[in-house]
């Protein structure tokens, strides 16, 4: 399954639903609907419909509720005009309508001149659109649908390498970390033997020397297991794993991986407050920044 962006934009038209099923354009240009989306916690939905068009807003929200969980979406349907220097096909409502407007003006002005083609052509034009099936407009709005998924998608893979990226930097300052902290202890418990040794010169040996180097060894040890980061590289491990495979999986994992994305944060803060040397300083600062950037890019997934 596909990895969903909540970032797209797509359009289709009755005019080229009708020409894909064999029928004929009901009018030039047709009904235009275009899907605008970004971002957001939930479904919102924002339909600017033509009056003629407002029937139809209860099956287009069904519609768009049915193909999307999350982000805020517009959707705008506007009339087609042909271009500046083509001329529109009347429709035979149209037309009709045009014959039966023409008769009833010269029955009562009998002085008054018949229609050119002109004028009836360009009547046409400024008339818009003839009223087309519910069908053929639902058709067509299914169309932008199908395409705004389509750019959803392809925005989400582009999201998902470069969380894959980032996932594997991760893992290998991760890998960096975790042969620091012995080496971290071993200076460490090396730093308070020599002051305890100092401190036993200063005394003038109130205190035993095997004494002094036991008491030494145990504070040395005490402070290696509070600054001891192994588990917390070990839960940072199993949610880059989780991270990785809900991308793979694809879905509506966004909401899923925005929780994931607080505990890295949590994990990453906490092996910098840990950290007893300028190299794990450096890879908890380096981590916290991939896992913002992460952030980011997550904050735009469905």
Same mark, same amino acid.
């Given at each position: !399954?596909?990895?969903?962006? !909540? *970032?797209?934009?797509? *359009?289709?038209?009755?005019?080229?639903?009708?020409?894909?099923?064999?029928?004929?354009?009901?009018?030039?240009?047709?009904?235009?609907?275009?899907?605008?989306?970004?971002?957001? %916690?939930?479904?919102?939905?924002?339909?600017?419909?033509?009056?003629?068009?407002?029937?139809?807003?209860?099956?287009?929200?069904?519609?768009?509720?049915?193909?999307?969980?999350?982000?805020?979406?517009?959707?705008?349907?506007?009339?087609?005009?042909?271009?500046?220097?083509? #001329?529109?096909?009347?429709?035979?409502?149209?037309?009709?309508?045009?014959? &039966?407007?023409?008769? !009833?003006?010269?029955? #009562?002005?009998?002085?008054?001149?018949?229609?050119?083609? &002109?004028?009836?052509?360009?009547?046409?034009?400024?008339?818009?659109?003839?009223?087309?099936?519910?069908?053929?407009?639902?058709?067509?709005?299914?169309?932008?649908?199908?395409?705004?998924?389509?750019?959803?998608?392809?925005?989400?893979?582009?999201?998902?390498?470069?969380?894959?990226?980032? +996932?594997?930097?991760? &893992?290998?300052?991760?890998?960096?970390?975790?042969?620091?902290?012995?080496?971290?202890?071993?200076?460490?418990?090396?730093?308070?033997?020599?002051? #305890?040794?100092?401190?036993?010169?200063?005394?003038?040996?109130?205190?035993?020397?095997?004494?002094?180097?036991? %008491?030494? +060894?145990?504070?040395?040890?005490?402070?290696?297991?509070?600054?001891?980061?192994?588990?917390?590289?070990?839960? +940072?491990?199993? &949610?880059?794993?989780?991270?990785?495979?809900?991308?793979?999986?694809?879905?509506?994992?966004?909401? %899923?991986?925005?929780?994931?994305?607080?505990? +890295?944060?949590?994990?990453?803060?906490?092996?910098?407050?840990?950290?007893?040397?300028?190299?794990?300083?450096?890879?908890?600062?380096? !981590?916290?920044?991939?896992?913002?950037?992460?952030?980011?890019?997550?904050?735009?997934?469905?």
């Amino acid at each position: !399954m596909a990895v969903y962006s !909540m *970032t797209g934009y797509a *359009t289709a038209s009755t005019a080229a639903s009708s020409a894909a099923s064999g029928t004929a354009p009901a009018a030039a240009g047709g009904v235009v609907f275009e899907l605008r989306s970004v971002n957001g %916690r939930f479904l919102d939905l924002s339909l600017r419909l033509p009056d003629e068009l407002r029937a139809l807003e209860p099956a287009l929200r069904e519609l768009l509720s049915g193909a999307f969980r999350r982000g805020k979406i517009e959707l705008r349907a506007t009339a087609a005009r042909a271009a500046e220097g083509e #001329w529109p096909a009347p429709a035979a409502e149209q037309l009709h309508r045009l014959a &039966h407007l023409d008769t !009833m003006v010269r029955s #009562w002005l009998p002085q008054a001149r018949g229609l050119s083609v &002109h004028e009836a052509l360009q009547w046409c034009r400024g008339a818009g659109p003839a009223a087309q099936p519910d069908e053929l407009l639902l058709q067509a709005a299914r169309n932008a649908v199908a395409g705004l998924r389509e750019a959803r998608a392809r925005e989400g893979a582009r999201l998902a390498e470069v969380l894959h990226a980032k +996932l594997r930097r991760l &893992h290998e300052l991760a890998a960096a970390a975790e042969p620091m902290v012995p080496a971290v202890v071993q200076r460490l418990q090396q730093r308070f033997i020599e002051r #305890w040794n100092e401190a036993l010169a200063a005394a003038g040996g109130a205190i035993g020397a095997e004494q002094g180097r036991e %008491r030494a +060894l145990n504070e040395a040890t005490a402070f290696a297991i509070r600054i001891d980061v192994a588990e917390e590289l070990a839960r +940072l491990r199993s &949610h880059l794993d989780e991270v990785a495979r809900l991308l793979d999986a694809g879905g509506e994992i966004g909401k %899923r991986l925005d929780f994931l994305i607080q505990e +890295l944060q949590r994990e990453a803060n906490t092996l910098g407050s840990k950290s007893a040397a300028l190299e794990l300083t450096n890879v908890s600062v380096e !981590m916290k920044v991939l896992i913002e950037q992460m952030r980011e890019q997550v904050q735009n997934i469905e």
